[in-house]
T-cell receptor, first 111, second 114 residues
Framework: AQSVTQPDIHITVSEGASLELRCNYS??????LFWYVQSPGQGLQLLLK??????LVQGIKGFEAEFKRSQSSFNLRKPSVHWSDAAEYFC?????????FGAGTRLTVKP | EAQVTQNPRYLITVTGKKLTVTCSQN?????MSWYRQDPGLGLRQIYY???????DKGDVPEGYKVSRKEKRNFPLILESPSPNQTSLYFC?????????????FGPGTRLLVL
């Protein structure tokens, strides 16, 4: 069965610093990969997704993610974090019959 | 505005008292789904529906019921709630349910069962 691991439960970065959130997946074939963000009191919003092609994917709000098949990873990055990026971030992997979410990484942004 | 709405947003109840959480979408989506979110576990799927009158179990269906009588509505029913169903619940929808599609999430319902 496919699975998703987000190794970092909580990350704190300073405003303006770069950010990388880790995501590792387990799946036999090439999966569909997603990053969602959940702002406080809100539902989840899609940041970006990867299905095939260019392994560097651009999303909304200045985020990008890179698919690395050899490492089974799909890490989310942002070059300069804004205070409004404080939220919980979920990586997800999907196949034709199943979709799995990671446990989430909570991002705190220091002034 | 395209959206998924849930009601109520917050609910406190007691063990055994039946409750229903409503979910409605205005995007004419065929696929709808319910998730529960618990700390350290992420989102887990409870039930999903590929279309009207078609529902199926997700990963954690025990203690829940759903119905899909209309395309836009997908209520979640707890016939006899228990404290272990205290959680944050999300409804989601997508166009046809293919997993490459974006899912649109409601704002969540926070349930406390005493």
């Amino acid at each position: 069965a496919q699975s998703v691991t987000q190794p970092d439960i909580h990350i704190t970065v300073s405003e303006g610093a770069s950010l990388e959130l880790r995501c590792n997946y387990s799946y036999g074939a090439t999966p569909y990969l997603f990053w969602y963000v959940q702002s406080p009191g809100q539902g989840l919003q899609l940041l970006l997704k990867y299905f095939s092609g260019d392994t560097l994917v651009q999303g909304i709000k200045g985020f990008e993610a890179e698919f690395k098949r050899s490492q089974s990873s799909f890490n989310l990055r942002k070059p300069s974090v804004h205070w409004s990026d404080a939220a919980e971030y979920f990586c997800a992997v999907a196949s034709q019959n199943d979709m799995r979410f990671g446990a989430g990484t909570r991002l705190t942004v220091k002034p | 505005e395209a959206q998924v709405t849930q009601n109520p947003r917050y609910l406190i109840t007691v063990t055994g008292k039946k409750l229903t959480v409503t979910c409605s979408q205005n995007m004419n989506h065929e696929y709808m789904s319910w998730y529960r979110q618990d700390p350290g576990l992420g989102l887990r799927q409870i039930y999903y529906s590929m279309n009207v009158e078609v529902t199926d179990k997700g990963d954690v269906p025990e203690g829940y019921k759903v119905s899909r009588k209309e395309k836009r509505n997908f209520p979640l029913i707890l016939e006899s709630p228990s404290p272990n169903q205290t959680s944050l619940y999300f409804c989601a929808s997508s166009f046809q349910g293919y997993f490459q599609e974006t899912q649109y999430f409601g704002p969540g319902t926070r349930l406390l069962v005493l």
